[in-house]
């Protein structure tokens, strides 16, 4: 009989540690804790063009793309599109950088990325300015701390004057 009850403890350890485990899976597959997002991209991504042109070539929409798929994994803040004008070298160099920005965004959008989360910056360039099209992408991330812009501010008090001589 001891040698029948040993057996039955057993089994019925089995049992609920087979559970626990079981339990433990489950909650770890629907807790939203347990779903982590990847971590963004930290440094500078950039888009190439061919001096003079704005249309993309197929390996730059499957990079753009990849960039989408990237965001869409890390779920930044936001995204910044910055290009450099660069006057001396370029013919319409406004409108070139502009039509640039315009297609790396499109195509992020046409990826995944909602277009409220996307930023886009144009500067004259200068002596750093690359010899190709250049559209740099930034995952912008969230800001740990207090947002000092939302901080109250205090109302300035007149101090009571003193009636001493």
């Not at 057993?10 to 807790?31: C, D, E, K, M, N």
């Not at 070298?89 to 406004?94: H, I, K, L, M």
């Amino acid at each position: 009989m001891f040698a029948i009850s040993k057996a039955v403890c057993g089994a019925g350890l089995t049992i609920v540690a087979g559970s626990l485990a079981f339990a433990q899976l489950a909650l770890a597959q629907t807790s939203p804790a347990a779903v982590t997002s990847a971590a963004c991209p930290s440094g500078l991504l950039s888009v190439y063009y061919a001096r003079g042109e704005a249309t993309p070539s197929e390996e730059t929409v499957s990079l753009i793309g990849r960039i989408g798929a990237e965001a869409a994994a890390c779920q930044p803040d936001g995204i910044d599109l910055v290009t450099q004008i660069d006057n001396t070298g370029e013919e319409d160099a406004v409108p070139l950088a502009l039509a640039r920005l315009g297609n790396v965004a499109s195509e992020l959008i046409a990826s995944g990325v909602p277009a409220d989360r996307i930023r886009l910056a144009a500067r004259p360039g200068g002596a750093s300015t690359s010899p190709m099209g250049e559209v740099s992408v930034i995952f912008r991330k969230p800001v740990s701390g207090p947002d000092n812009a939302a901080a109250p501010v205090r109302s300035a008090q007149p101090k009571a004057e003193s009636d001493r001589i």
